[in-house]
């Protein structure tokens, strides 16, 4: 399988693992040998032309999510450069922090993951319906629910790793732990701007929820600039068959 000439090398390294979202299930090897059945060549590529608009869509969200953040802020009194310098997260430096866990883009994904938590919990509660949002979403937010999901608990690892791999260049030479740590990094920031997105589409959606969702947003935002302020390299760096 390896000669394979379409398969990526490395695809899968620092992908997302959402795989039935992924736009390269007929590229990556990884997919092929976890599939549970032989599925053709032909049906994946189709497949994966799907999750290519998937998520374009979702790029188009992220824009109108940080126009939206932009009004926030304005309303809340905080200056576009404000926002700009604001790296509450990305600070002391790396160097400070013995434990990858420890440090506060690491707490800050945490914290997330507990907001979306009380945030449907709190949905479901003064829901009219028996219904959970979660297992019975409308058929217009299903797929942002989805994201945000998929995104909520991958966060927190992805950060950690990408701070231990910064550790460890602290102590160590090697180009493969900043690669990895970019290559972390990177895979971080692309899961924040799709949630950023997702949350972005549920937000007028709940007006009675609109105080957490837009915390939500501006928390996520805050751990973005963050880790783009911990991580200057990560955006720039291509993650084999993914980027470029
Ligand atoms: S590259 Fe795509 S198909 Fe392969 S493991 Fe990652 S998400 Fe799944």
Redesign the pocket.
Known sequence: MTDEPDL?PG??IY???????????S?????RL?AQENVSGGTLQNFDALNVTFWLEIGEALVQAMRLIREIAANEGIKPDDLQNETVFSEPPVSHYRDAREHPCASAALIYAGMVNDWFATVDEFSETEESLLTNPPHTLDEPIRVIRHYQYFLYPKIVRAVEGRLGKQVSTSAELETDACGSAKVALIAIDRSLAAWSVLYGEYPSQEDSTISILLHLDRLRRALEVVFPDARAFIRP??DG
Do not use: N, P, S, V
Request: glycine share 4%; aromatic share 18%.
């Open positions: 990526i695809i899968y992908c997302d693992r959402w795989c039935e979202r992924c736009a390269f299930t590229r990556c090897l990884q997919f976890e068959g993914l």
